[in-house]
């Protein structure tokens, strides 16, 4: 099987060639440096992503709050992940930054606030 991927870690956008068997990489082609073939390799092999999402936060000038991973977590964690976010009841005031959630899942990455927020008066 080839799969393509276009790679994501600078602007020149290198189209990437994977040809694979089950699970095993054979091959990979059509990136111009080292970068792009780690890329194809953890994307094909376990793909990884930043987590985006909101929680609730009390007495906030906002009922949510948007928070971010520190650091990409495994693609098929990502749906857990946002089910403890969903959990989550914060009391305002936080700062950007803020860790919510240290190390998610296990997953070595922490949930931290994008955004800082006051509590109303
Ligand atoms: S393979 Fe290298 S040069 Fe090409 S897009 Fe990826 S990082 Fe950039």
Redesign the pocket.
């Known amino acids: 099987m080839i799969k393509e991927l276009?790679?994501?870690?600078?602007?020149?956008?290198?189209r990437?060639h994977v040809e694979m068997e089950g699970k095993q990489i054979l091959s990979i082609t059509?990136?111009?440096?080292?970068?792009?073939?780690a890329?194809a390799e953890q994307e094909c092999i376990r793909p990884e992503r930043i987590l985006t999402t909101t929680v609730r936060i009390q007495n906030g000038t906002h009922r949510v709050l948007p928070v971010i991973t520190d650091k990409a977590i495994p693609l098929d964690q990502i749906m857990e992940a946002m089910e403890e976010a969903r959990k989550i009841s914060l009391e305002a005031p936080v700062k950007e930054g803020d860790v919510i959630v240290s190390n998610i899942l296990g997953t070595d990455a922490n949930l931290i606030a994008s955004r800082s927020m006051d509590k109303i008066s």
């Open positions: 276009i790679s994501v870690n600078c602007p020149m956008g290198c990437l059509g990136n111009s440096c080292p970068r792009g073939k890329y």
